[in-house]
């Protein structure tokens, strides 16, 4: 069956570079998603130039995928001055040292989500950014690596549904638990399921309501069905409050039925002042076996747009940019850091609603 953390999104080439320009490096193989990393980079023309890994399985691996890197140490690539950026998926609460590593050696850093997993390493990253003026990103792949995604934050710039007011995200995943690392179900380790997985949702709460900051109203974490993993969240919701005075609310969970096509039938609601967005991001269920649906209601009617290979993944290209240009087009500092600090804050304050180990 599939799982999200294996899910490699595919897009079209249109590089802003040419080869050689911008080259990359990867380090830290630990979640699937380094792949799509990479791939949605090199489609933007960047060069992945130098892997490292301490585990041969993950190089080989890595390696089929990619034939073109190289295999060297972590010294080597952090030495080269000819390493722009290094795109990483290392485990969830040692991203923020690799990423301080990274920085301190002149070089951009883009690690998978959740960026980090205490407030302390987010003070220590901010620090590190500024001290060294270099970029800490993050893979919000829900949002940015989806051509439904993209596609609405397209729409609201249009103004199609007017002044966005309220979101609601859901973000179910399939649990695939035989296949996932021991790490994955230590807390310490993972963050816990608002700061892992929350945190797609929490970025998109942020960029679809236009809002800079929000705080936590409140949230919630259970483990109703996995007493044999009792650090695992298997449930989790939250609500928003931004500081433009819009909220958002997201659910996220482990509870993906055998029976759905894909790993998660992912979907967002956007609500504006003159209509409403919705998103099938995966999956049209008992429809179709598509992804990237998109639904949108407003004044001037009812209309449906099947996106799937229409829209790309402009991302990619605007932070090798960035990185070139030290803009801030692809995603601001700012916004990194504030999902961070929500994930975490979600995270610390839910209160433990069921768990069935007690």
């Known amino acids: 069956m599939q799982s ?3 899910y490699v999104p595919m897009g ?8 050689g320009e911008f080259c990359f490096a990867a380090i830290g193989l630990d ?3 380094i792949n799509g990393m990479c791939i949605g980079l090199i489609e933007a023309g960047a060069t992945l130039k130098y892997v490292y890994d301490p585990d041969p399985k993950k190089i080989e691996a890595f390696c089929k995928m990619f034939p073109q890197v190289q295999l060297v140490s972590k010294e080597q690539i952090l030495q080269d001055e000819s390493i722009r950026l290094v795109a990483g998926a290392a485990v969830t609460s040692e991203r923020c040292k690799l990423g301080v590593e990274v920085m301190e050696h ?25 001290k060294t003026g270099k970029k800490y990103m993050c893979y919000f792949a829900e949002r940015i690596h989806v051509e439904s995604a993209v596609f609405a934050g397209q729409l609201i710039d249009q103004g199609a549904i007017g002044k966005v007011i309220q979101t609601i995200g859901t973000g179910p995943h399939r649990l695939g638990a035989p296949v996932r690392p021991k790490w994955f179900f230590e807390k310490e380790k993972y963050g816990g ?7 797609h949702q929490i970025d998109q709460i942020l960029f679809y309501t236009g809002a800079t900051d929000g705080k936590v109203v409140s949230s919630q974490i259970a483990n109703y069905h996995h007493p044999e993993y009792p650090e695992l969240d298997d449930f989790g919701d939250c609500q928003i409050l931004c500081n433009n005075g819009t909220s958002g609310y997201l659910r996220v969970d ?7 096509s894909t790993w998660g039938d992912g979907r ?12 099938r991001k995966y999956t049209n269920i008992a429809i179709e076996n598509t992804s990237n649906h998109v639904y949108l209601v407003n004044q001037k009617g009812e209309q449906y747009y099947h996106v799937h290979g229409k829209v790309g993944f402009p991302y990619f290209g605007q932070l090798v ?5 030290r803009t801030e087009n692809a995603m601001t500092q700012e916004h990194v850091f504030n999902v961070a600090r929500l994930c975490v804050e979600a995270q610390n304050q839910a209160e433990m609603i069921y768990h069935g180990c007690k």
């Open 4 to 6: 999200g953390m294996n």
């Open 12 to 19: 079209k080439p249109n590089p802003v570079v040419k080869c």
């Open 31 to 33: 979640h699937g998603h």
């Open 106 to 130: 002149g070089k951009d850093y883009f690690t998978d989500k959740a960026p980090l997993t205490t407030l302390e390493q987010l003070e220590l990253a901010k620090d590190t950014v500024i």
């Open 193 to 199: 399921i608002l700061c892992d997985i929350g945190s």
């Open 254 to 260: 482990w509870f993906t039925p055998d029976g759905l």
């Open 268 to 279: 967002m609601l956007i609500l504006g002042t003159d209509g409403y967005i919705e998103l």
């Open 321 to 325: 940019l960035d990185c070139l240009n």
